[in-house]
Structures are given as C-alpha cells and as structure tokens.
C-alpha cells in the first residue's frame, strides 16, 4: 500500500491541471491572464506549492518550513500576483485546500486498508492548520510590499513633481503644483537645495501658479526653501501668486516683503540674467 505521501506526490501535476480548468478566468489579475507565458508561470507556482506541501506527509524529512517561507516571499513579491486582488488570491488558496481535502478522500477510496479515524483526522488537520498558517504569512507579506511599492511610488511622484528646470546658463525655474503636506515640503526642500548646487544655479524662480491653498505653513516651507538656497549662492524669487492665495497671505499675516514677486513666470523670466 501506497502512503499518502507517495500517493500525494504522484498528483501534483493532475492537481495544478485540475485547479486550472476549474479557474474562474473572469477574475481580476493574473487568474484572468491570456499570456501563455504567464500562464506556464502561474501553473509552475501553483505546482511548486503543492511539491513543497506534499512533503508535510513526508515521515523521513523534515517540516518544509524554509521552502514554504521562500515560495511565500516570492508569491507576495510577485508583480502579477501584486495586481491581484488580495481576497481573490485567498479565494484560490481555498480552492487548493478543498482540492487536498478530496485527495484524503481519493486516497481512503482507494486504499486497500481501511484507514482509522484518528488517521484521517490527522491528515485533514495537517492540511487546515498548514493552510490556516500559510495564507496568514501569505496576506501579512503581500500587504507589506503593496504598502512599500505604494510609499515607493508616491515618493517617486513627489520627485518628479519638484523639478528644477534650467532654462539659462545659471537660471532655472521651479514649478509647484498641487497640495504641499509636511512630507512634500521637506523634499522639496532637499531636492531644490541638491538641484541648484549641482547645476551651479545662481537665479531660481519658485512658481506657485499651480498651488491651489497656501497657509502658514507652507509660506513657512517656502521661507525655508529659499534661506536654504541662500546658503549655497542661490537666490529666488516667486511668481505666479494668484489673486485668491494673495488675499489669504495678507489675512493670515504672511509676509513676502523681503523676496522679488512677479505676477507671471514669463514676467520673471524676463527679468532675469541674460545669456
């Protein structure tokens, strides 16, 4: 007689074709893919995880523990498996573990020894506490790197929207556009500072005509900003001051008396240094 182990192992590749044609193709993300590459990938994954659980019932090996961690790691960082739904991806790991429920069966059918109770119950509940733990770990990593690669992609959005432009020898502008948080203040800060030393700036235009709501605050980030420019030879200027940001500066006492405004961005380039 066969153990389960045997018997298991010998259903990997009908299990990963099995899951498949029972997939529901209209799903979000990798599960509804036409790529027949990533079709070949996706079939491997699956397989992969059913060779590692297989040993689980292995008596002569130890528990996969570091195989799991390194399949688990490298699902959750998995680009495709990223663009999918989290809840969908649980729904198939659930869809496998009824799969290994019926293998217990198959295996209980087809055995020439009756099987006890307490043998079966030890497999279902190898299968189940295993699942439990795995899909666990499973949403813990791949809700971590969906947080980073968010936070990774607003820091690079914040970038490319502080761009120093140079436009003369050693004159640029700086055009801002949208809100201006805590977070954006402080990179605009750093990468402004880093800019203009490394392109030798000598003049920059700070333009705000894309600057929805100044406050305090970010009047205070500006100040910042340009006293930091001064400190490496850099000198600002603003343009762009809209009516309505103008009339808010004035009731909330902020005070622009010691920095050349223009009313435009052309305006300011005018006056600027000529080549």
Not at 5 to 20: C, M
Not at 151 to 164: G, N, R
Not at 247 to 253: I, N
């Amino acid at each position: 007689m066969k153990s389960f182990y045997e018997y298991f192992k010998e259903k990997t590749w009908d299990l990963t074709e099995n899951w498949y044609a029972e997939l529901d193709k209209s799903k979000d993300g990798v599960y509804s893919t036409t790529d027949d590459s990533q079709i070949t990938i996706l079939k491997k994954q699956n397989h992969a995880f059913h060779e590692i659980f297989a040993e689980l019932f292995n008596t002569e090996s130890e528990a996969p523990t570091e195989a799991f961690d390194e399949w688990v790691t490298s699902i959750a960082k998995d680009p495709a498996h990223l663009s999918t739904p989290l809840d969908e991806i649980i729904s198939e790991f659930l869809s496998v573990q009824e799969q290994y429920f019926d293998v217990v069966q198959y295996y209980i059918e087809e055995s020439t020894t009756m099987l006890s109770h307490k043998e079966v119950n030890t497999l279902n509940r190898v299968i189940s506490q295993s699942f439990r733990k795995i899909m666990s770990e499973f949403s813990k990593r791949n809700i971590e790197e969906s947080n980073r690669m968010l936070k990774a992609q607003q820091e690079m959005i914040v970038e490319l929207s502080t761009p120093v432009i140079k436009i003369k020898q050693d004159v640029a502008i700086l055009p801002l556009v949208g809100d201006i948080d805590t977070h954006r203040a402080q990179v605009i800060f750093d990468k402004t500072l880093e800019q203009c030393n490394n392109m030798q700036i000598e003049e920059l235009v700070i333009d705000l005509s894309g600057v929805a709501i100044i406050d305090t605050m970010v009047a205070a980030q500006i100040f910042q900003v340009i006293d930091g420019l001064k400190l490496i030879g850099t000198i600002a200027s603003l343009s762009g001051i809209r009516p309505e940001i103008a009339q808010t500066a004035v009731q909330l006492g902020i005070n622009f008396r010691n920095i050349k405004i223009y009313s435009s961005l052309a305006q300011a380039i005018q006056h600027t240094k000529t080549l």
